[in-house]
């Protein structure tokens, strides 16, 4: 149990890194100079994901049928 916890997290954290790397989310800060307090916000781009999304599938498709015709020929 404790191993499947660990392989999530290192699957989320990956995920995460990747999300930030491709541009899916964006962190914004910003400072108040009268009242010091500072915003903090969290943009994610759902777009961005459907079209690298897209793309993935897309990829697998060719490399499968790629894949395939390599079988079928010895």
């Known amino acids: 149990m404790k191993r499947l916890c660990g392989i999530l997290i290192v699957l989320a ?3 995460v890194g ?3 790397y491709r541009g899916w989310f964006v ?3 910003g400072r108040e100079t009268m009242s010091n307090k500072v915003d903090v916000n969290l943009t994610v781009d759902p777009d961005k994901v459907r079209a690298d999304a897209e ?3 897309v990829k697998a498709a060719e ?3 790629q894949a395939k015709k390599a079988v079928v020929k010895p």
Do not use: E, N, P, Y
Request: net charge neutral; hydrophobic share 60%; no cysteine.
């Open 18 to 20: 990747i999300g930030f």
């Open 63 to 65: 490399l499968t049928s």
């Open 55 to 57: 793309a993935v599938q």
């Open 13 to 15: 954290v990956l995920a």
């Open 27 to 29: 962190v914004t800060s």
